[in-house]
Antibody, heavy 124, light 110 residues
Framework: EVQLVESGGGLVQPGRSLRLSCTAS????????MSWIRQAPGKGLEWVGF??????????EYAASVKGRFTISIDDSRSIAYLQMNSLEIEDTALYYC???????????????WGQGTLVTVSS | QFALTQPASVSGSPGQSITISCTGT?????????VSWYQQHPGKVPKLLIH???NRPSGVSNRFSGSKSGNTASLTISGLQAEDEADYYC??????????FGGGTKLTVL
Protein backbone atom coordinates (compact mmCIF):
# COMPACT_ATOMS: atom_id res chain seq x y z
CA GLU A 1 0.00 0.00 0.00
CA VAL A 2 1.30 3.43 -0.92
CA GLN A 3 1.49 5.65 2.15
CA LEU A 4 2.96 8.98 3.22
CA VAL A 5 3.39 9.93 6.87
CA GLU A 6 4.52 13.41 7.88
CA SER A 7 6.20 14.29 11.16
CA GLY A 8 8.16 17.10 12.73
CA GLY A 9 5.50 19.77 13.11
CA GLY A 10 5.03 21.79 16.26
CA LEU A 11 5.16 25.21 17.86
CA VAL A 12 8.12 27.37 16.87
CA GLN A 13 9.04 31.01 17.38
CA PRO A 14 9.31 33.44 14.47
CA GLY A 15 12.76 33.43 12.92
CA ARG A 16 13.54 29.89 14.03
CA SER A 17 13.89 26.73 11.94
CA LEU A 18 12.01 23.46 11.69
CA ARG A 19 12.45 20.34 9.58
CA LEU A 20 9.49 18.27 8.48
CA SER A 21 9.85 14.65 7.43
CA CYS A 22 7.69 12.58 5.12
CA THR A 23 8.21 8.84 5.37
CA ALA A 24 7.12 7.02 2.23
CA SER A 25 6.20 3.38 1.86
CA UNK A 26 4.95 1.21 -0.96
CA UNK A 27 7.02 2.88 -3.69
CA UNK A 28 10.53 4.10 -4.46
CA UNK A 29 10.73 7.73 -3.42
CA UNK A 30 13.21 8.86 -6.04
CA UNK A 31 11.05 7.54 -8.87
CA UNK A 32 8.44 10.25 -8.31
CA UNK A 33 8.25 14.01 -8.00
CA MET A 34 7.31 14.94 -4.45
CA SER A 35 5.56 18.12 -3.37
CA TRP A 36 4.78 19.90 -0.14
CA ILE A 37 1.46 21.71 0.07
CA ARG A 38 0.18 23.69 3.02
CA GLN A 39 -3.17 24.87 4.29
CA ALA A 40 -3.48 27.66 6.83
CA PRO A 41 -6.33 27.23 9.33
CA GLY A 42 -9.64 27.84 7.58
CA LYS A 43 -7.90 28.74 4.31
CA GLY A 44 -7.25 27.18 0.94
CA LEU A 45 -4.43 25.07 -0.41
CA GLU A 46 -1.06 26.64 -1.15
CA TRP A 47 1.69 24.85 -3.06
CA VAL A 48 5.02 25.18 -1.26
CA GLY A 49 7.47 23.43 -3.55
CA PHE A 50 8.48 20.20 -5.24
CA UNK A 51 11.46 18.05 -6.02
CA UNK A 52 11.53 16.32 -9.39
CA UNK A 53 12.15 12.61 -9.73
CA UNK A 54 15.73 11.40 -9.99
CA UNK A 55 15.12 10.64 -13.67
CA UNK A 56 14.51 14.35 -14.17
CA UNK A 57 17.46 15.51 -12.15
CA UNK A 58 15.95 15.77 -8.70
CA UNK A 59 15.83 19.54 -9.05
CA UNK A 60 13.59 21.72 -6.92
CA GLU A 61 11.14 24.58 -7.39
CA TYR A 62 9.51 26.75 -4.74
CA ALA A 63 6.66 29.18 -4.30
CA ALA A 64 7.77 32.80 -4.17
CA SER A 65 6.52 33.05 -0.58
CA VAL A 66 9.07 30.50 0.66
CA LYS A 67 11.89 30.68 -1.89
CA GLY A 68 15.23 31.20 -0.18
CA ARG A 69 13.84 30.06 3.19
CA PHE A 70 12.57 26.52 2.52
CA THR A 71 14.48 23.58 1.04
CA ILE A 72 13.15 20.22 -0.12
CA SER A 73 15.36 17.16 -0.21
CA ILE A 74 15.01 13.40 -0.20
CA ASP A 75 16.92 10.51 1.31
CA ASP A 76 16.05 7.72 -1.08
CA SER A 77 17.85 5.11 1.00
CA ARG A 78 15.61 5.88 3.97
CA SER A 79 12.50 6.70 1.88
CA ILE A 80 12.15 10.08 3.55
CA ALA A 81 11.43 13.46 1.99
CA TYR A 82 12.28 16.56 3.97
CA LEU A 83 11.11 20.14 4.13
CA GLN A 84 13.69 22.33 5.85
CA MET A 85 12.05 25.57 6.92
CA ASN A 86 14.25 28.47 8.00
CA SER A 87 13.44 32.03 9.07
CA LEU A 88 9.90 31.01 9.85
CA GLU A 89 7.21 33.67 9.80
CA ILE A 90 3.81 33.80 11.47
CA GLU A 91 2.28 33.47 7.98
CA ASP A 92 3.90 30.03 7.66
CA THR A 93 1.45 28.66 10.23
CA ALA A 94 -0.38 25.85 8.47
CA LEU A 95 -1.02 22.16 8.11
CA TYR A 96 1.76 20.86 5.87
CA TYR A 97 0.96 17.98 3.52
CA CYS A 98 3.47 15.77 1.78
CA UNK A 99 2.23 14.54 -1.59
CA UNK A 100 3.43 12.39 -4.42
CA UNK A 101 2.97 13.02 -8.10
CA UNK A 102 0.42 10.77 -9.74
CA UNK A 103 2.83 9.61 -12.44
CA UNK A 104 6.13 7.80 -12.05
CA UNK A 105 9.07 9.65 -13.57
CA UNK A 106 7.50 12.38 -15.64
CA UNK A 107 5.31 14.72 -13.61
CA UNK A 108 1.61 15.24 -14.24
CA UNK A 109 1.71 18.01 -11.64
CA UNK A 110 -1.16 16.23 -9.95
CA UNK A 111 -0.96 14.94 -6.42
CA UNK A 112 -1.97 11.51 -5.21
CA UNK A 113 -1.59 10.23 -2.57
CA TRP A 114 -1.42 12.77 0.27
CA GLY A 115 -0.22 12.32 3.81
CA GLN A 116 -2.40 13.28 6.74
CA GLY A 117 -0.41 16.45 7.32
CA THR A 118 1.64 17.86 10.18
CA LEU A 119 0.72 21.13 11.87
CA VAL A 120 3.26 23.93 12.11
CA THR A 121 2.44 26.86 14.36
CA VAL A 122 4.70 29.89 14.28
CA SER A 123 4.11 32.11 17.28
CA SER A 124 6.01 33.98 19.92
CA GLN B 1 1.65 35.10 -8.14
CA PHE B 2 -2.04 35.33 -7.25
CA ALA B 3 -4.30 32.32 -6.93
CA LEU B 4 -6.39 31.09 -9.79
CA THR B 5 -9.90 32.54 -9.65
CA GLN B 6 -12.74 30.28 -8.54
CA PRO B 7 -16.24 31.20 -7.41
CA ALA B 8 -16.40 31.23 -3.63
CA SER B 9 -19.52 29.09 -3.61
CA VAL B 10 -21.87 27.17 -5.84
CA SER B 11 -24.97 25.17 -5.04
CA GLY B 12 -27.27 22.67 -6.64
CA SER B 13 -30.01 20.19 -5.89
CA PRO B 14 -29.57 16.44 -5.89
CA GLY B 15 -29.56 15.04 -9.40
CA GLN B 16 -28.63 18.34 -11.01
CA SER B 17 -25.34 19.23 -12.69
CA ILE B 18 -23.08 22.05 -11.59
CA THR B 19 -19.92 23.55 -13.05
CA ILE B 20 -17.07 25.19 -11.17
CA SER B 21 -14.82 27.51 -13.13
CA CYS B 22 -11.12 28.16 -12.62
CA THR B 23 -9.72 31.20 -14.41
CA GLY B 24 -6.05 31.92 -14.86
CA THR B 25 -3.85 33.37 -17.55
CA UNK B 26 -1.94 32.25 -20.61
CA UNK B 27 0.98 31.70 -18.22
CA UNK B 28 -0.78 28.95 -16.35
CA UNK B 29 -4.21 27.47 -17.18
CA UNK B 30 -4.20 28.68 -20.77
CA UNK B 31 -0.67 27.64 -21.53
CA UNK B 32 -0.46 24.13 -20.16
CA UNK B 33 -2.38 20.91 -20.07
CA UNK B 34 -1.54 20.46 -16.38
CA VAL B 35 -4.77 21.45 -14.68
CA SER B 36 -5.96 19.33 -11.78
CA TRP B 37 -9.01 19.33 -9.52
CA TYR B 38 -9.28 18.25 -5.89
CA GLN B 39 -12.16 17.59 -3.52
CA GLN B 40 -11.76 18.23 0.19
CA HIS B 41 -14.34 17.33 2.79
CA PRO B 42 -14.12 19.18 6.15
CA GLY B 43 -11.24 17.91 8.22
CA LYS B 44 -10.14 15.51 5.50
CA VAL B 45 -7.21 15.20 3.14
CA PRO B 46 -7.74 16.52 -0.39
CA LYS B 47 -8.59 13.93 -3.02
CA LEU B 48 -7.49 14.12 -6.65
CA LEU B 49 -10.50 14.10 -9.00
CA ILE B 50 -9.09 15.21 -12.36
CA HIS B 51 -5.56 15.51 -13.76
CA UNK B 52 -4.24 16.93 -17.02
CA UNK B 53 -7.50 18.82 -17.63
CA UNK B 54 -9.75 15.87 -18.45
CA ASN B 55 -8.33 12.66 -16.98
CA ARG B 56 -9.93 10.83 -14.06
CA PRO B 57 -7.73 8.67 -11.84
CA SER B 58 -9.00 5.13 -11.37
CA GLY B 59 -11.68 4.95 -8.71
CA VAL B 60 -13.05 8.45 -9.30
CA SER B 61 -16.70 8.52 -10.32
CA ASN B 62 -17.46 9.36 -13.95
CA ARG B 63 -19.90 11.97 -12.61
CA PHE B 64 -16.83 14.21 -12.38
CA SER B 65 -15.46 15.64 -15.61
CA GLY B 66 -13.01 18.36 -16.55
CA SER B 67 -12.55 20.66 -19.51
CA LYS B 68 -10.70 23.78 -20.55
CA SER B 69 -11.31 26.69 -22.89
CA GLY B 70 -8.68 29.36 -23.21
CA ASN B 71 -7.58 30.52 -19.78
CA THR B 72 -10.52 28.92 -17.96
CA ALA B 73 -10.78 25.34 -16.79
CA SER B 74 -14.00 23.83 -15.54
CA LEU B 75 -15.09 20.96 -13.32
CA THR B 76 -18.56 19.57 -13.94
CA ILE B 77 -20.32 17.33 -11.45
CA SER B 78 -23.35 15.57 -12.85
CA GLY B 79 -26.06 13.76 -10.93
CA LEU B 80 -25.28 15.77 -7.81
CA GLN B 81 -25.32 13.77 -4.58
CA ALA B 82 -25.30 14.83 -0.93
CA GLU B 83 -21.80 13.37 -0.51
CA ASP B 84 -20.49 15.81 -3.13
CA GLU B 85 -20.87 18.67 -0.65
CA ALA B 86 -17.25 19.73 -0.10
CA ASP B 87 -14.61 22.27 -1.07
CA TYR B 88 -13.14 22.03 -4.55
CA TYR B 89 -9.76 23.34 -5.67
CA CYS B 90 -8.15 23.65 -9.07
CA UNK B 91 -4.42 23.79 -9.67
CA UNK B 92 -2.20 24.51 -12.64
CA UNK B 93 1.42 24.36 -13.65
CA UNK B 94 2.83 27.78 -14.50
CA UNK B 95 5.39 29.31 -16.84
CA UNK B 96 7.60 29.93 -13.80
CA UNK B 97 7.90 26.14 -13.30
CA UNK B 98 5.73 26.43 -10.21
CA UNK B 99 2.25 25.28 -9.25
CA UNK B 100 -0.66 27.48 -8.29
CA PHE B 101 -4.00 26.66 -6.70
CA GLY B 102 -7.36 28.33 -6.98
CA GLY B 103 -8.90 29.93 -3.92
CA GLY B 104 -11.38 27.10 -3.56
CA THR B 105 -15.13 26.72 -4.11
CA LYS B 106 -17.60 25.55 -1.49
CA LEU B 107 -20.25 23.32 -3.00
CA THR B 108 -23.56 23.14 -1.18
CA VAL B 109 -26.05 20.43 -2.08
CA LEU B 110 -29.48 21.85 -1.33
Amino acid sequence: EVQLVESGGGLVQPGRSLRLSCTASGFTLGDYAMSWIRQAPGKGLEWVGFIRSQAYGGTTEYAASVKGRFTISIDDSRSIAYLQMNSLEIEDTALYYCTRDLLRGYSAYAFDPWGQGTLVTVSS
Amino acid sequence: QFALTQPASVSGSPGQSITISCTGTSGDVGGYHYVSWYQQHPGKVPKLLIHEVTNRPSGVSNRFSGSKSGNTASLTISGLQAEDEADYYCSSYTSSSTLIFGGGTKLTVL
